[in-house]
C-alpha cells in the first residue's frame, strides 16, 4: 500500500460523514490536500488534524459547502475523544473536566448527523457553541452551551475551587448542572 493510501485512509476513518454530506470527488481533495504539504507527510495524525482547517479555507473560498469544515472539526474532536485516555483530577475541590472541547458552529452538525442516520439529509442552520466531552463515567457526551454555562465554567479556567465556595441561588443552580453534565468536576 503506498503512502497516498495510507493518509486518504486516515481521512476516511477519521471522517467518515464528509462524503455522506457532500458529492465532492474525495481523491481529488485528499490529492489537493496533500498537495499543499511542502513535503510527503510525515506523520498521519498531524497530517489529518490539519484536514479541517483545510476545508475551512476552501469554503472561504467558496470551493465547498461551508458546513463541511464544521462537521470536520466535530468528527475529529469526537474521535479524539473516543481514542485517548484522560487523567481526571485528584485533588480536592470543584475542578473544569479536561477534556471539553468547545466548538462555535453555524451549522447544527449534532442534529444533521442523527437526521442523516434516519436517512434525512438537511443542512441546519444554527449558530451555538457545542461542547464535546468525555464524562469519567458515561463517556463521551457533548450539550450546547448557554451564556451562564460559560461564564460559569471561565471562573474554573484558573484551577480548582474549593469545595466551601458560597454562591448566590442562581449560581449554584447553574453550577450543580455543570456538575450533573459532568463538566464540572467534584473531587472529594
Known sequence: MNAFQDFQD??????????????????TITQEYIATHESAP????????????FLQDKAAKEE??????ELAYFELMENELLN????????SGYHLNPTLRFLSFEFD???????????????ISRSHILC????????????????????????????????????????KEVFNELIDLGLILKVI
Open 132 to 171: 464535546l466531552y468525555h464524562h469519567p463515567e458515561n463517556g463521551p457526551q457533548q450539550t450546547d452551551m448557554k451564556p451562564e454555562h460559560l461564564e460559569t465554567l471561565q471562573k474554573l479556567e484558573d484551577g480548582p475551587v474549593e469545595l466551601s465556595i458560597e454562591l448566590s441561588q442562581a449560581k
Open 10 to 27: 486516515a481521512l476516511e476513518d477519521t471522517f467518515p460523514s464528509l462524503s455522506f454530506f457532500s458529492d465532492l470527488d474525495w481523491d
Open 109 to 123: 452538525i449534532s442534529q444533521m448527523m442523527e437526521e442523516a442516520a434516519k436517512g434525512r439529509h438537511q443542512i
Open 84 to 91: 485517548s485516555e484522560f487523567d481526571f483530577p485528584a485533588s
Open 64 to 69: 465547498c459547502p461551508p458546513y463541511l469544515f
Open 42 to 53: 510525515q506523520d498521519i495524525e498531524e497530517f489529518v488534524f490539519g484536514f479541517p482547517l
